[in-house]
């Protein structure tokens, strides 16, 4: 008798313990497992944002110039007191690593809230009141999503000015389109069900409707979306930060150490590469994290 035909063996293509932390689609409920590493990696970066004062071995603006472009601890000339290495002024990496990512993961959640507040009370009014004030608010929303994502950051930077509060205000005016499109489209399925029938039948008061019975419908599709959109904020702070137009010294940013350690790039590659690398962890956690959020929320694939 072969191995297949015995009862509960597991079949060769899957390996149990690799599956539940590297999951590759859905399990056999048909809900896609949780991703662990995934969840690890979200919750290091979190913990490295809030904590990151007493996690960090030295100050983020420490200067030791006999200590300058100190490579890795692993490679030769380096050193276990800068695990990381240092900069051109002789600044920890690891510290300022850790300070960067309070910074992108600050300004990430912060406009994420606010763009996806502002965006859903749009869809979520344009969307059940309809006739007029829905043509002209899908109007609106679809001149925002027309534009080019990165000019419009850079035109309204060039407007406002730099600065952490700013930085927020731009990346909340070119984000808060996506989801009020997405709440619209919802909110139009919502609203012809029998329950939100059944309240208008009882006289029962149309924002009350709204945030009762058709928003908390709603919200899965949104907190998907605003996981996702975490990493594209990080993007945007690190990418308007690179150009000189985003986070300023003395804070710290993951865009602003990749554009002070350019010049570096032929005898110090620690200098960009450590920074560039925490880009596209964070990205890619978040990103991940939402795909299973999608899935898990959205089986069908409609956003």
């Not at 909110?187 to 945030?211: E, S, Y």
Request: aromatic share 8%.
């Amino acid at each position: 008798m072969s191995d297949s035909h015995i009862v509960g063996a597991t079949p060769s293509s899957t390996i149990p313990w690799l599956e539940r932390w590297f999951p590759s689609s859905a399990s056999a409920g048909g809900q896609p497992p949780l991703p662990i590493v995934t969840c690890v990696c979200c919750a290091l970066l979190v913990v490295a944002a809030i904590f990151g004062t007493w996690l960090a071995p030295y100050p983020k603006e420490a200067v030791s110039l006999g200590d300058s472009l100190l490579p890795p601890a692993w490679q030769a000339g380096g050193t276990m007191r800068h695990l990381l290495g240092t900069d051109q002024l002789g600044r920890d990496m690891l510290s300022r690593l850790i300070a960067g990512a309070r910074i992108s993961l600050a300004t990430a959640a912060a406009a994420t809230l606010v763009s996806g507040m502002f965006g859903v009370l749009v869809g979520l009014v344009a969307g059940y009141v309809g006739g007029i004030l829905e043509s002209v608010a899908m109007r609106v929303v679809d001149a925002f999503l027309a534009l080019p994502f990165i000019l419009l950051a850079l035109a309204l930077v060039a407007t406002l000015g730099t600065g952490f509060g700013n930085i927020i205000m731009v990346m909340v005016i070119a984000n808060w389109a996506r989801y009020a499109r997405l709440v619209r489209s919802e909110v139009l399925t919502v609203k012809q069900r029998d329950f939100v029938t059944l309240a208008r039948i009882a006289g029962v008061r149309p924002l009350t409707i709204m945030l009762r019975h058709v928003l908390p419908n709603v919200l899965n599709s949104v907190v998907v979306l605003a996981i996702l959109d975490v990493g594209r904020a990080i993007i945007l702070e690190s990418s308007l930060s690179f150009l000189g137009v985003g986070i300023q010294p003395p804070d710290v940013s993951w865009g602003l150490m990749l554009a002070d350690g350019r010049t570096f790039m032929g005898f110090a590659w620690w200098l960009t590469t450590l920074p560039g690398l925490m880009i596209v962890f964070a990205v890619l956690s978040f990103n991940s994290l939402g795909r299973w959020l999608h899935v898990r929320f959205d089986p069908r694939g409609q956003l």
